[in-house]
């Protein structure tokens, strides 16, 4: 067990229910509770609660006496899956942060966490990105549908706690990778994707391995476990409505992360960009400054998160499974639902 973060708001009889505890980031909170000795955690798959069944969603409230929410449940997907299946990513995600919320509500959580998202901010956010830039400008085409949810989502936290005094906190997380990533070759956020690729071209001894995009957009990556660690403290020690930016303060293009990613999976080929992609938007960083001044910090730097992550995929098995299939946590189990 892990003794260094000393809790006293989330006691160890506390009945806490991670949503979507087997995805990227619900998983690496179920990780953190465990190791610090939280064993009373209420986890349901899919296919025992669906989150778009309201009935059902307050049902396992009622019955469940929760206290505490990680409201990690969403679907998730990268540029391209996010751009084609807009109607599919606003409508889940709404019906996933309303029912869920509204029970939580009802059946007197004590607190409850909400996982919004650095796409939601402005496409044209003035770098590094404050809390304050939220709903300034227009969002980024390509997952408007998506930032339309998290950011209903989002306000409905702020105004219950406004409204109905219930402690719904929000947190705006960047770009996250890890264990249990959706490395599908398609659906997937870049991280995951990109080793796919680099990993199949050094299996093939491939001369040539194409990056989707010119390269050229700026992206911060945080490790899923640095995450589930920020996660905690807010949980532990920030009650306030207003919503909190969880990252690095650091990013890297696109071009960067792909030759990192070489050096990591050990590909020596030549690596090209593929224009035709959508790039997205130009760029994605974080002021973690608020986030900071609570005590945390992330420890894993991205090469050492690549490495952590291509040791889990290779481990796992998560490129073996073929193409049309998809990777672990392939779409047919999407990544972040229950
Ligand atoms: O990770 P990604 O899909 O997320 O793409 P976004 C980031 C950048 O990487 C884009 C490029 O410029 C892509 O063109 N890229 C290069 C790749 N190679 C690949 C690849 O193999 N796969 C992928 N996926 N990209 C998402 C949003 O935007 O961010 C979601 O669509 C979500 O809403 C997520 O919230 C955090 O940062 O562009």
Redesign the pocket.
């Known amino acids: 067990m892990t003794s260094l973060k000393v809790f006293s708001r989330l006691t160890h009889d506390a009945r806490i229910f991670v949503a979507g505890h087997r995805g990227l980031v619900g998983n690496a909170i179920v990780r953190r509770l465990k190791a610090y000795g939280f064993d009373n955690l209420v986890l349901r798959t899919h296919a025992e609660l669906d989150l778009l069944d309201q009935s059902a969603v307050r049902t396992f409230f009622k019955e469940e006496d929760i206290d505490y929410v990680f409201l990690c449940a969403a679907k998730?997907?990268?540029?391209?899956h996010?751009s084609l299946h807009q109607a599919d990513f606003i409508y889940e995600n709404v019906m996933i942060s309303a029912n869920v919320i509204q029970a939580a509500a009802t059946y007197d959580v004590q607190k409850l966490l909400y996982l919004g998202?650095?796409?939601i901010y402005p496409k044209h956010a003035t770098q590094p990105i404050v809390e304050e830039a939220l709903l300034s400008g227009a969002l980024e085409p390509?997952?408007e549908g998506?930032?339309i949810a998290k950011i209903a989502g989002l306000k409905m936290c702020e105004k219950f706690h406004q409204q109905y005094g219930k402690c719904f906190v929000s947190v705006m997380p960047t770009?996250m990778y890890g264990p249990n990533d959706n490395f599908h070759p398609d659906h997937?956020?870049?991280i995951p994707?990109?080793m796919r690729?680099f990993h199949e071209a050094r299996e093939n001894r491939a001369s040539q391995v194409v990056?989707?995009?010119t390269g050229a957009?700026r992206?911060e990556f945080l490790y899923a476990d640095d995450f589930a660690e920020a996660a905690l403290t807010v949980m532990e020690c920030y009650d306030k409505p207003e919503t909190l930016n969880v990252g690095t303060g650091e990013d890297v293009t696109?071009r960067e992360l792909a030759y990192t990613m070489a050096k990591v999976v050990g590909y020596k080929g030549e690596i090209v960009f593929d224009a035709s992609?959508?790039?997205?938007?130009p760029r994605?960083v974080l002021d973690v400054t608020k986030m900071k001044s609570l005590g945390w910090e992330p420890r894993i730097s991205l090469e050492i998160g690549l490495k952590l992550a291509y040791e889990w995929a290779l481990k796992a098995g998560a490129f073996d499974i073929v193409a049309a299939e998809g990777g672990v946590n392939a779409p047919s189990a999407p990544p972040l639902r229950p």
Do not use: E
């Open positions: 998730v997907g990268g540029i391209l996010n998202s650095s796409c390509t997952n998506y930032a770009n997937s956020h870049v994707g990109m690729r990056v989707w995009g957009p992206r696109i992609k959508p790039d997205g938007t994605k």
